[in-house]
């Protein structure tokens, strides 16, 4: 393993200012599930880690009925895994949660680390696209919040910029007449990164559906929205003859790449078939 | 599990019982020391520069920088090692048989390949100099797949050797007329198969530590199966006498086979420390596992048999070639084995074989459990299913027509003892209500309406020992203590397997002591007796035969000094559970402890004794039942439940035989489904090093299994009737796989890993 400076950052400000001045080659260090490994295996060039995990405040979790679902960057994918209202409320959520890694990764992995790692196959991203989520950012001049779906630039890149940190997300409350599912396909069923990943977040008002969202994972630069084929599906009553042709227009959509794990082409016909048993499972909430 | 015992009813002890291995408590609690955990005083780290290029020379190679690196202590190339050609295994013209490797050359055969090697006061030292050594390479014209090799004209990878890219000679068996015997022939099959490149992934990364004291004495600490053979060759190619050299080698966390080889980490290592005369330790990063160490050999075959009407064979032809990577290793071992067990598992009077194992510019494929056979056995069984299919037979019928019997000639060229074999088939035809499973009812699930369900035998034998390959030899010393405790020292490696508790059973046993009262010394080559490794399934066959041997010598010598101090002859003694009795008057007896102490104007005795023992080979069997679920819109192929029946003879340890089946399965689900070590076909490099993307099957992937283990066929030569069971369970589920997802969706494949990629186009295209 490569040499790396390590700094404890006592707040955000600090953390920030740290990013700032050691430049280049920095990062940001919470669970370090990922950052560990890329430094090990020399995927990722680091000089200099900055602690996070000492800053107060990142660790809230806080649920209300306007707001939604808040959650801070400290919080790690089994805490929220095993929340009850995570499981209830957002299902889609809870499945992906479940699905990372394993029970030691997911007990020390931050949600937040795993979206601003910016993979396009991270399983916590297509459920909170799916769901609308928001991302809090901290900057020591400019604080925004920005929704998820705008985040992202490409593999392992997003719109932050140096010094800006991401404190929290926050997920829009869910309703009674929500129906939600994330399914992933790997080659087993622990410890794997997805080779293709649907979530589906969607509204049904008297046997009709008025919203859906579907979001792809692992079959573009970044978590994909299929837009096209959520309007076809809007106004319907996701009828199978009308989720079949959606699940044909995802397939449309998706811009996967070929790699060890599989050809474009398998990606592509997944997301036809996961995004029809997505909408499925999302519609037995109703059943 | 379950169990049935139609064999000798003796009343064993020891035998029999899953007792509580003494090496468990160290293991859970972290506290077992295995090489990784040894520090020594002033130890340097040592690292290795691969080669990024899959063929080339090497033109220039300046380290001055890296020697210069702060921390940095030695570096080694080709330009200050010995140029020693040596055999890349340690069984000479056995598993190898020519010497293709030297410690470093000037030239590079694969992408990965070390080309030098670095020694600093930490393990991140050395590893950043190792970019600061800078090379410069002529590139040569490179090959990646064995057909391409094999042309006239590819570029050579060795200039040693028969020649054309070939590790040796073609291994040609001929039995019978093959051409009557498809004159005969009612019908004709003939396919082609493939197998990739599954790795072992054992936990435990290769790892060594080498220390040279003031006389110019080795230790050598290392994680192998061969310490006498790691011995020998380390000695052989430092040019030291083997009073020189001392391997030792504790815990192990795995091997299945490929830490058999002597690699060239452990050559660098011991020069390394020679270099700076400080400890030198080098342990290998998973993607070095990759690299640097062993995979199966991956292999194309063709396969074309005759039958008859009534199932008979009447033909076999059959060619493989085995793909050996960049240096030869165990390449003809496996070759020869994996050709020559394709005489056996179903009978035919007339067979024609060709193997051949060709070098390419890939990483080193060596031993790996199932030795060559995983390969040939997938072809034979599966090619026995389509036969069955063909004649419209239940495939259990036609295998169990066809499955070896007791007399046939096995392939080491000895008669077969007992029908194992064809009882295994039966039992789980018999358990599982086997016709009732053909005939059930297919329709899918209304509430899974995409899975199909489908059901596979597989069949396999294997040998315990690697003779004829190799002349076998199998030794032990036993020693009683003054209170009637008892040392084994043994030179076969634990790799974690329980080898140990089986060998300390059957002192226990032989003797007539407890067995807490066993204790065992084992990995260090200047203490205990020379052995030949752990390996070819034969631990509990071999040693074991040797240490009862042993244990019954040192019983005899307890039972004359016991009738010595109770005043009877040795002939009026027995011995049972640590207790010498005269056998006419129980009641006059004294304990072991009693009979070795010292009393009264006599001292402790030193009770030695030695066993040897030089078998030929036994054969275990089995067969596997297996359920698969195939989801027809996605590929994905779930192994759902397997019944494996084994017939391993005697069984020592239930638990530990039990747990070797299991591990088998999980072993073989994987290659047959997910696990394959990619090489990029246009630049060699490996696409997968790692466990990222190389995908094991873990415990939520695990179908349920239902082991039955039969003592059905006994081997005279193994204790009690004992056999090997290591490399067995790995054979027979692939092609039970494969069979089960025939069954389920009707269509063949003749390759693993079966993808869901592969599947799902295969569905297509079947226009399902």
Redesign the interface.
């Known amino acids: 393993?490569?040499?790396f400076e390590y700094h404890r950052a006592e707040t955000l400000e600090h953390a920030s200012r740290l990013l700032n001045e050691l430049g280049d080659d920095s990062f940001l260090f919470a669970g370090g599930t990922d950052l560990l490994v890329e430094i090990?295996?020399r995927l990722r060039r680091v000089r200099n880690v900055v602690d996070i995990k000492h800053i107060p405040g990142l660790s809230d979790i806080t649920y209300d009925e306007t707001r939604g679902l808040t959650f801070g960057a400290l919080v790690t994918v089994g805490r929220l895994e095993r929340l009850p209202l995570v499981g209830a409320r957002y299902p889609n959520l809870r499945a992906a949660l479940a699905s990372l890694g394993s029970i030691q990764v997911r007990n020390r992995a931050t949600v937040v680390g795993n979206i601003c790692r910016a993979s396009p196959s991270a399983d916590t991203i297509p459920p909170l696209i799916a769901d609308g989520a928001f991302v809090h950012i901290y900057s020591r001049t400019n604080m925004r919040v920005i929704p998820l779906s705008e985040f992202f630039t490409g593999p392992g890149k997003s719109v932050l910029a140096r010094g800006e940190i991401v404190t929290g997300i926050t997920v829009p409350p869910a309703t009674e007449n929500n129906g939600k599912a994330y399914l992933k396909?790997g080659?087993?069923?622990?410890?794997?990164?997805s080779t293709v990943g649907v979530a589906v977040s969607l509204t049904m008002e008297d046997g009709v559906c008025n919203d859906i969202r579907i979001a792809l994972g692992a079959v573009g630069a970044t978590v994909l929205r299929a837009q096209q084929a959520e309007r076809m599906l809007r106004g319907t009553a996701l009828d199978a003859a009308t989720v079949k042709d959606a699940s044909a227009k995802a397939m449309e959509e998706c811009t996967p790449i070929s790699n060890?794990?599989?050809?474009a082409d398998?990606r592509r016909?997944?997301i036809g078939?996961l995004t029809g048993r997505a909408i499925k499972q999302a519609l037995e909430a109703f059943a | 599990m379950n169990m049935t015992t139609p064999i000798e009813k003796r009343d064993f002890k020891i035998v029999g019982k899953s007792v509580r291995r003494d090496d468990v408590l160290e293991k859970v609690t972290g506290e077992a020391q295995y090489t990784g955990d040894i520090k020594l005083p002033g130890m340097l780290h040592g690292k290795i520069k691969r080669a990024a290029i899959a063929h080339a020379r090497i033109k220039a190679i300046d380290v001055s920088k890296a020697l210069a690196y702060p921390g940095v202590k030695a570096v080694l190339t080709h330009e200050n090692v010995p140029r020693v050609l040596h055999y890349g295994s340690p069984h000479p013209r056995s598993a190898s048989c020519t010497k293709d490797q030297y410690i470093l050359d000037d030239k590079v055969r694969f992408w990965g390949e070390g080309i030098a090697a670095v020694a600093a006061i930490s393990e991140e030292i050395a590893d950043e100099a190792l970019d600061l050594i800078e090379v410069e390479y002529e590139a040569l014209p490179a090959v990646f797949e064995p057909e391409d090799a094999a042309q006239p004209g590819a570029p050579l990878i060795h200039d040693v050797g028969p020649g054309g890219n070939l590790v040796l000679d073609p291994v040609r068996v001929n039995r019978g007329d093959v051409e009557a015997g498809f004159a005969e022939a009612d019908f004709v099959l003939e396919g082609t198969f493939a197998g990739g490149r599954p790795h072992p992934a054992y936990m435990e990364p290769n790892v060594c530590i080498a220390d040279w004291d003031g006389s110019n004495k080795l230790t050598f600490w290392t994680s192998t199966q061969t310490s006498f053979m790691v011995r020998g060759i380390l000695a052989e190619v430092l040019g030291l006498p083997l009073t020189k050299v001392r391997v030792l080698v504790d815990h192990m966390g795995g091997g299945f086979g490929a830490k058999q080889d002597l690699f060239q980490h452990e050559f660098l290592c011991a020069l390394l420390a020679k270099e700076t005369r400080r400890p030198v330790k080098m342990e290998f990063t998973r993607h070095e596992t990759f690299v640097a160490g062993r995979s199966r050999h991956p292999c194309r075959i063709w396969l074309k048999q005759g039958f008859k009407n009534d199932g008979t064979l009447v033909a076999r032809d059959m060619k493989l070639v085995y793909d050996s990577g960049a240096y030869g290793s165990h390449g003809p071992g496996v070759t020869i084995v994996g050709t020559t067990a394709a005489t056996s598992l179903y009978r035919c009077e007339n067979v024609r074989l060709e193997g051949r194992c060709v070098y390419t510019n890939t990483p080193i494929n060596g031993a790996f459990r199932g030795y060559g056979v995983v390969q040939s056995y997938y072809a034979l069984d599966i090619q026995m299913d389509e036969a069955a299919e063909r004649l419209g037979m239940d495939p259990a019928e036609l295998k169990l027509k066809n499955v070896v019997r007791a007399g046939d000639i096995a392939p080491s060229g000895h008669p077969i003892i007992g029908h194992g074999l064809e009882i295994c088939l039966k039992h789980g035809i018999d358990v599982l209500d086997w016709k009732t499973l053909r005939g059930r009812d297919r329709t899918p699930d209304p509430k899974r309406p995409h899975i199909r369900k489908g059901w596979g035998i597989g069949c396999e034998m294997h040998g315990s020992s690697a003779y004829p390959g190799i002349k076998e030899q199998g030794n032990a010393t036993v020693k009683i203590n003054e209170d009637g405790t008892v040392t084994l020292l043994t030179g076969a490696a634990g790799l974690g397997t329980g080898a140990h508790t089986a060998l300390a059973q059957i002192v226990a046993e032989e003797l007539g002591v407890r067995f807490e009262d066993v204790g065992v010394i084992h990995g260090d080559t200047d203490v205990v007796p020379w052995d030949i490794g752990a390996f070819a399934s034969h631990t509990t066959y071999l040693v074991g035969t040797a240490a009862k041997m042993a244990a019954g010598k040192v019983r005899a010598a307890v039972l004359e000094r016991a009738a010595m101090k109770l005043q009877v002859s040795p002939a009026e003694v027995d011995l049972s559970e640590g207790k010498v009795f005269v056998i006419a008057e129980p009641d006059r007896a004294m304990t072991v402890s009693e009979a070795m102490g010292p009393s009264r104007g006599i001292p402790a005795a030193n009770i030695v004794a030695n066993g040897t023992y030089e078998p030929t080979k036994s054969y275990s069997f089995a067969a596997h039942f297996t359920e698969v679920d195939v989801d027809i819109e996605t590929g994905i192929v779930e192994v759902k439940r397997v019944v494996p029946v084994h017939d391993v003879g005697r069984v020592i340890h239930p638990i530990a035989a039990q747990g070797q089946i299991e591990g088998g399965i999980q072993q073989g689900i994987g290659h047959t489904l997910t696990e394959d070590y990619v090489i990029d076909k246009k630049t060699g490099r490996s696409l997968n090093a790692g466990l990222v993307d190389y995908k094991m099957p873990l415990s939520m992937d695990m179908p349920d299994i239902e082991t039955i283990i039969l003592e059905a066929a006994p081997d005279p030569g193994g204790p009690w009737g004992a056999k090997g069971v290591g490399e067995d369970p790995i054979i027979a589920i692939g092609p039970s796989i494969a069979n089960a997802i025939h069954d389920a969706i009707g269509i063949r494949f003749h390759h693993y890993p079966i993808t869901p990629e592969d599947v799902l186009k295969a569905l297509r295209e079947k226009g399902a």
């Open positions: 393993m490569r040499r090990r295996e396909h080659r087993r069923k622990a410890m794997e990164l060890v794990r599989a050809s398998y016909d997944m078939v």
